[in-house]
């Protein structure tokens, strides 16, 4: 079970790295639920594959396809879980973000069922992509 977990996680973030969202959304679960934290226009839960691939095309338009993704430290394996050390950076409005982060993943079979993001500075995330 773990190396199955592993190799989902690293086809997630090889995917997102290369913004490469027809692989990410490959590797959703058909009832995915997406936890993306925070008070502002993309924060909330979204629940279903359509709905997280509308999520991220709109933070891929309000940053110009600025947004990377970069994997900072191992995956980490428990079980069906998996926490993924990333660093994030976009570009908005002639704003920029630039933190590190943590997204966990929880792996079903090859495909991931949940996700939750944790951001090292919430309020920073907040103002960059605007009031909800």
């Known amino acids: 079970m773990k190396s199955n977990t592993l190799t989902v996680a690293r086809r997630y973030v090889d995917a997102v790295s290369a913004k490469d969202f027809a692989a990410v959304a490959g590797l959703f679960a058909d009832d995915i639920v997406w936890h993306q934290p925070g008070s502002n226009t993309v924060s909330g839960t979204y629940t279903g594959g359509a709905a997280v691939g509308e999520m991220l095309a709109a933070q891929m338009t309000a940053t110009e396809g ?25 570009k908005r409005i002639g704003n920029e973000m630039s933190m590190d982060g943590v997204d966990v993943l929880r792996v079903d079979g ?19 992509w605007g009031a909800s």
């Open 110 to 128: 090859d495909k991931i069922a949940e996700v939750w993001l944790f951001s090292a500075d919430q309020q920073a995330e907040d103002a960059f």
């Open 66 to 90: 600025t947004f990377e993704l970069q994997l900072t430290g191992a995956p980490m394996v428990n079980g069906t879980l998996v926490a993924i050390p990333i660093h994030f950076s976009a």
